[in-house]
């Protein structure tokens, strides 16, 4: 049976350093939420006019059966081998998703305005996403309900995507998409 795993001795610290690891991967399985309301960068215009959002997809492991090296082989000089390695049976990481970044098309931050973001917040109530009085502000529970209401129909996100936005019949649907 071939080895998939690199040959690492086995001491206390690569004993401790595997068990950081895997609690690292372990909470790698859902994306963080930024607690700023506010977008990091907020989107420009490109050249056609449209906005462009980018969110962080991180990476997910899953811990699998493995063989970690304990003993390595000991071999003579003309390669011959005097004493096999000693493998043990271990739980290993194994990346499942690479990390990576989805970009989606957003409303420009003209268009965020407080009337807009207020309709929003009227349009997330109605739906059952958002509680409380419309501000007009895109403030964390507005950012957490379109979050919410995003991540039910596909896009894990919290910035506001212009797919969404038409959905909730806030932003007019191109007549060309119609036909």
């Known amino acids: 049976m071939p080895r998939p795993f690199m040959a690492i ?9 595997a068990t950081l690891l895997g609690l690292a991967a372990a909470g790698c399985a859902t994306p963080p939420k930024n ?4 977008p990091a960068v907020a989107p420009t215009p490109d050249e056609t006019g449209r906005c462009w959002a980018t969110e962080p997809v ?10 970690i090296l304990v003993i390595p082989a000991e071999t003579a000089p003309d390669g011959t081998v005097l004493r096999a390695p ?3 049976r271990a739980m ?13 098309e957003t409303p420009c931050p003209a268009l965020l305005t407080p009337g807009f973001v207020a309709s929003l917040q009227r349009a997330l109530a109605a739906r059952g996403y958002y509680v409380g009085a419309p501000t007009g502000r895109m403030d964390a529970p507005t950012r957490s309900a379109v979050g919410q209401y995003q991540a ?9 995507s212009v797919e969404t936005a ?10 060309a998409s119609l036909d």
Request: charged letters at 30%; proline letters at 12%.
């Open 9 to 17: 001795p086995v001491t206390r610290g690569t004993r401790l350093l």
């Open 35 to 38: 607690p700023d309301p506010a």
């Open 92 to 104: 290993v990481p194994r990346l499942v998703r690479p990390r990576g970044e989805i970009r989606f």
């Open 58 to 67: 991180p990476a997910i492991y899953e811990q699998v059966g493995g063989e």
């Open 166 to 175: 038409r959905d909730m019949g806030l932003i007019a649907v191109p007549r």
């Open 86 to 88: 000693v493998y043990r």
């Open 152 to 160: 039910r129909h596909g896009l894990d996100s919290d910035q506001l």
